[in-house]
């Protein structure tokens, strides 16, 4: 019996969805950027955090900035609302005319809850700009909706409806030459297979378990 709801509970558990929060901490500051406090990807880079990749595409380029950055931001902008880093899209400085794009992506599909937002940048007072995402559904089509920033550099929070769930990635698009995200919360159910085969392991325990106790 103990073994039984043992079993049943590890199986209950593995199906269990995870809430994962990337708020783009994990990087060190780029060594080749004296006085930016900031880590460059590069066009087209990619950061990965908790099994999840945010790559910029299009040419854009990708780079989490600190929040104390006000030298290279030169602006004294409204900090991130964890008062900590967050990642930047920009415009590729060759082909400006392409507006900054990025894709959200994860080794499983996953459900995008809510996301914070901000258009900053260098050149001059920025108004509310709108900016798109687009879910690309496992097993076919797709999800999206339009978002405008608050502007004036403030953060803002955007929440997705019910339906942006079982995603394979989330496409951001941008309008301004900026797009600043922070703290993406998503949640991922393990592979399906996975766990029909953990289960299959753990009714063969059992099995083994009664066929001892006889």
Do not use: C
């Not at 004296?34 to 910029?56: H, K, L, M, V």
């Not at 301004?176 to 159910?189: E, G, K, T």
């Not at 399906?192 to 066929?211: D, E, H, Q, R, Y």
């Amino acid at each position: 019996m103990k073994v039984f709801l043992l079993a049943t509970g590890l199986l209950f558990s593995v199906g269990v969805t995870h809430a994962i929060t990337i708020n783009f901490n994990d990087t060190a500051p780029t060594p080749n950027r004296p006085g930016f406090r900031i880590t460059d990807f590069g066009p087209n880079g990619s950061y990965t955090e908790q099994g999840f990749t945010f790559q910029a595409t299009n040419g854009a380029r990708l780079a989490t900035w600190d929040k104390d950055d006000t030298v290279s931001l030169r602006e004294q902008i409204a900090p991130p609302v964890d008062g900590t880093d967050f990642a930047a899209i920009t415009a590729s400085q060759t082909i400006e005319d392409i507006p900054p794009s990025a894709t959200l992506s994860g080794s499983s599909p996953f459900s995008l809850h809510s996301f914070n937002a901000a258009s900053l940048t260098r050149f001059g007072t920025v108004e509310g700009e709108p900016f798109t995402l687009t879910g690309n559904l496992n097993g076919g089509g797709t999800v999206t909706e339009t978002f405008t920033t608050l502007g004036n550099y403030q953060w803002d929070l955007f929440t997705l409806p019910s339906e942006w769930q079982n995603l394979d990635s989330v496409d951001f698009l941008a309008t301004n030459f900026f797009l600043n995200l922070d703290n993406i919360s998503v949640s991922q159910v393990p592979v399906p297979a996975a766990v029909w085969l953990f289960g299959s392991g753990l009714i063969g325990l059992i099995g083994m378990t009664k066929k001892h106790q006889k």
